[in-house]
């Protein structure tokens, strides 16, 4: 059976390479992807990349991952890790293993910051390792598959 994983991008993350380098890196979005899906495609996992500025669409893909037969999630919610319940009711609704992950470590900046919607459930978190969270994560999810 083809193995897949989602990997969801909250708002703003369009912007990574121009957006606030000292904080979130000067790499693209699209060279992150590329990185994932080469790691993935070396252990036969087919990735479904999706990111989006808007909370209904990022909800409405959640709720696809059954149908697209993903068995586990890496999302960065970006700012919605602050403020969506209905993102973390949509996790919960389709019942998906994830891991959260952010690039900077959330902990060590705006107060406003330090609290997840997201965090308890997650089977992991990852944040302050830059883009080289969603590397990790990917290679946990993907061990985790195996080991199905
Ligand atoms: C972020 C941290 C969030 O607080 C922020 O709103 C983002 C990105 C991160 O990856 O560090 O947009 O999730």
């Known amino acids: 059976m083809q193995r897949k994983i989602m990997v969801l991008h909250g708002p703003n993350l369009n912007r990574l390479g121009t957006r606030e380098p000292s904080i979130y890196g000067s790499r693209k979005l699209t060279d992150i992807n590329k990185l994932l899906e080469e790691k993935a495609s070396g252990h036969g996992v087919t990735l ?5 500025n808007s909370e209904a669409a990022l909800i409405d ?76 994560a990917l290679e946990y999810a993907i061990n985790q598959l195996k080991m199905k």
Do not use: M, W
Not at 48 to 52: A, K, P, R
């Open 61 to 136: 893909q959640i709720q696809k991952a059954p149908d697209l037969k993903c068995e586990f999630l890496v999302i960065n919610p970006a700012a919605f890790t602050h403020t969506s319940v209905a993102l973390r009711d949509a996790i919960s609704s389709v019942n998906i293993r994830f891991i959260e992950v952010h690039l900077s470590n959330i902990h060590s900046r705006e107060s406003f910051r330090h609290k997840s919607f997201f965090s308890d459930l997650a089977e992991g978190v990852i944040c302050g390792l830059g883009d080289y969270g969603y590397e990790v």
């Open 48 to 52: 479904e990349i999706f990111q989006s």
